[in-house]
């Protein structure tokens, strides 16, 4: 069945940055995936996390700073990225912020993202 989605609901989160999703378990009840726009403010990060599903993300703005067992990767405006399930990552921006889109795969829940205290 179609369904529209007329707006998306507002997330704010520590540190600044905003979430407003468009699909997912808050705004249309789907656990199947989610769909987000960011927007972070400079110099924002987050605890590392070990998260049980799939993300996606193309960054809009600006650079998203991305550390794993790997590495860190610097995803720049029209560049994506993507992490598995399980792999350990961790966030942060650069000086000017970032925008992006995030897609998860199951929809990101707070019980599955499994960050590190902190």
């Known amino acids: 069945m179609v369904r529209k989605i007329d707006s998306a609901t507002r997330i704010p989160v520590p540190g600044g940055k905003m979430i407003d999703e468009y699909v997912g378990r808050v705004n249309s009840d789907d656990s ?7 927007k972070a403010p400079a110099g924002w990060d987050e605890p ?17 700073v991305v550390e794993h067992e790997g ?34 795969l199951p929809a990101f829940s707070p019980d599955s993202v499994n960050r590190d205290d902190g």
């Open 71 to 104: 590495g860190t990767t610097e995803v720049n405006a029209g560049q994506a990225f993507v992490s598995e399930p399980g792999e350990k990552i961790r966030y942060s921006c650069g000086p000017e912020g970032a925008e992006y889109v995030a897609v998860c």
């Open 32 to 38: 199947r995936i989610s769909i987000a726009h960011m």
């Open 48 to 64: 590392a996390q070990r998260p049980e599903f799939g993300e996606y993300t193309l960054v809009l703005k600006g650079t998203v």
